[in-house]
């Protein structure tokens, strides 16, 4: 079974610093992996997702996140965070569905919420 | 990409009582799923929804408790049924399209059950 595990709840920088979020997976095979965000009181917004090919993917919003099979991490970074950044991140591990011919479920991790100070 | 809205956007309910939330994509999607957020946690699979037949549900989630429909490509209800307190969560929907795309969320219906 596919898991997830962001090891920081919590964690607070000052605007303009950099940001890297921890996302650990467990997998038996290849994964489908994804960073979404969720401002409070709204839905689930998608970061970037890595399928294949380069390791470092780039999202929306300046974030960046890099795949890293060895270490199974896909950690989360951005190189100066604004204030709108404030919000909860969740990571998560895809696999196929059925037959392989779409999109299977996501197993989400616990969600790191990020506090950005003036 | 797909846009994903949901009805209600929240509501307060009475336990014993059920609710039916209501889940509707602007363009056809292979798979749809519905999710739970439990205060303060992360989102916990409910079950996938399949056009035309029964949902499958995942462990620890019931279709007696969480009846799901899909009678088409776009549209989804999941109803919680004889509801309780602990049932107090956010409820969303999401969906993808073919081989290796992604899953769009719904913006959540905020339940409460007193």
């Known amino acids: 079974a596919q898991s997830v595990t962001q090891p920081d709840i919590h964690i607070t920088v000052s605007e303009g610093a950099s940001l890297e979020l921890r996302c650990n997976y467990s997998?038996?095979?290849?994964?489908?992996l994804f960073w979404y965000v969720q401002s409070p009181g709204q839905g689930l917004q998608l970061l970037l997702k890595y399928f294949s090919g380069d390791t470092l993917v780039q999202g929306i919003k300046g974030f960046e996140a890099e795949f890293k099979r060895s270490q199974s991490s896909f950690n989360l970074r951005k190189p100066s965070v604004h204030w709108s950044d404030a919000a909860e991140y969740f990571c998560a591990v895809g696999a196929p569905g059925a037959g392989g011919t779409s999109y299977g479920k996501l197993t989400f991790g616990q969600g790191t919420i990020l506090t950005v100070h003036p | 990409s797909a846009v994903i809205s949901q009805k209600p956007s929240r509501d307060i309910c009475q336990r014993g009582t059920s609710l039916t939330i209501q889940c509707q994509v602007d363009?056809?999607?292979?798979?749809m799923f519905w999710y739970r957020q439990q205060p303060g946690q992360s989102l916990t699979l409910i079950a996938t929804a399949n056009q035309g037949s029964e949902a499958t549900y995942e462990s620890g989630f019931v279709i007696d408790k969480f009846p799901i429909s899909r009678p088409n490509l776009t549209f989804s209800t999941l109803t919680v049924s004889n509801m309780s307190p602990e049932d107090s969560s956010i409820y969303l929907c999401?969906?993808?399209?073919?081989?290796?795309?992604?899953?769009?969320f719904g913006p959540g219906t905020r339940l409460t059950v007193l």
């Open positions: 363009s056809q999607v292979t798979m």
């Open positions: 999401s969906g993808s399209s073919g081989r290796l795309d992604t899953q769009y």
């Open positions: 997998y038996g095979a290849t994964p489908y």
